[in-house]
């Protein structure tokens, strides 16, 4: 069923678990993420990416919406680390649910006066919206910024930005990273716990692939409701095709994409009991 996304964080701080927000590209996408919630009984969200809706289009989006309204489980669609003020217009007039307004890479002001911008009016629309204070660092599906670029989340800082532009729920950095982590990842736990003293609003954790259970358990506690995850379903979805490309064991496509939609559903699965969420749908 399809739901607002600050009623499914809110939901998940009140009762320490964080929500999966799962980038996906197609149908089988689509279907993987719903097949998992509804078999963990647990909530979702869809991400779209700004260069998968360059390509997609409206009807990506209104494919997403349809998928997680005839979900069994509440789900809704978030569009993801979003720039394009034009790109933003076309996916609140669609309906998404919520949107990061990204405005990491300006200065502060400038970030904040962007997402106020922003804010105004999704809410005005019924969204709502996530913002970026400090700057994540890795390369994923066209984002590439360097170890040099990134910034941590300033506490301070973080509470002026959600004073003033009025955001629903704050993307933190504290180590974490986009893509694969090289070697062990550290994160900045006492940042973090800083950063919940100072804010009520849900927490968002971006580059979730990768991090271990322990990390991932500590960061509930300290308020992250939202764990984004792409890297590892879509390298399972590549693997599948590569492997299919060599062997070409299924002589029908519809086999196939059935095939391809279970092995993203596994560790979509995984993931959900990982965060929590299996069984609090």
């Known amino acids: ?43 979702a969200m869809f991400q779209i990416l700004p260069n998968v809706l360059n390509y997609g289009g409206s009807a990506l989006i209104a494919m997403f919406l349809e998928a997680a309204d005839s979900a069994k489980v509440p789900m809704s669609v978030h569009l993801d680390h979003c720039d394009d003020r034009a790109m933003i217009g076309t996916a609140l007039e669609a309906g998404i649910q919520s949107i990061l307004a990204d405005g990491s890479t300006l200065s502060f002001q400038d970030n904040l006066a962007f997402t106020q911008e922003m804010t105004d ?4 629309k019924g969204s709502t919206v996530e913002a970026e204070v400090g700057r994540i660092s890795g390369t994923e599906d066209g984002m590439t910024v360097a170890e040099k670029e990134a910034k941590m989340t300033d506490p301070e800082e973080a509470k002026e930005f959600v004073a003033k532009s009025g955001v629903d729920f704050l993307a933190v950095t504290i180590g974490n990273v986009h893509g694969k982590y090289h070697g062990e990842p550290q994160l900045d736990f006492d940042r973090l716990a800083k950063i ?24 509930i506690e300290l308020g992250v409701c939202k764990f984004n995850v792409n890297s590892e379903v879509r390298k399972t979805y590549l693997a599948f095709w590569r492997e299919y490309g ?36």
Request: hydrophobic letters at 45%; glycine letters at 6%; charged letters at 20%.
């Open 1 to 43: 069923m399809l739901t607002s996304t600050k009623e499914l964080l809110e939901a998940a701080q009140k009762q320490s678990y964080a929500v999966g927000a799962f980038n996906m590209y197609n149908l089988e996408g689509a279907k993987a993420v719903v097949n998992a919630a509804e078999a963990e009984n647990s909530p």
């Open 196 to 219: 919940r003293e100072k804010l009520q609003i849900p927490l968002v954790l971006h580059g979730a692939s990768g991090l271990p259970a322990t990390m991932i358990q500590q960061s």
């Open 246 to 281: 060599r062997t070409e064991s299924k002589s029908d496509l519809l086999d196939c994409q059935k095939s391809a939609t279970a092995a993203m559903q596994e560790v979509i699965a995984e993931k959900m009991r990982l965060f929590g969420s299996a069984g609090k749908a």
């Open 121 to 124: 009016f999704a809410h005005a």
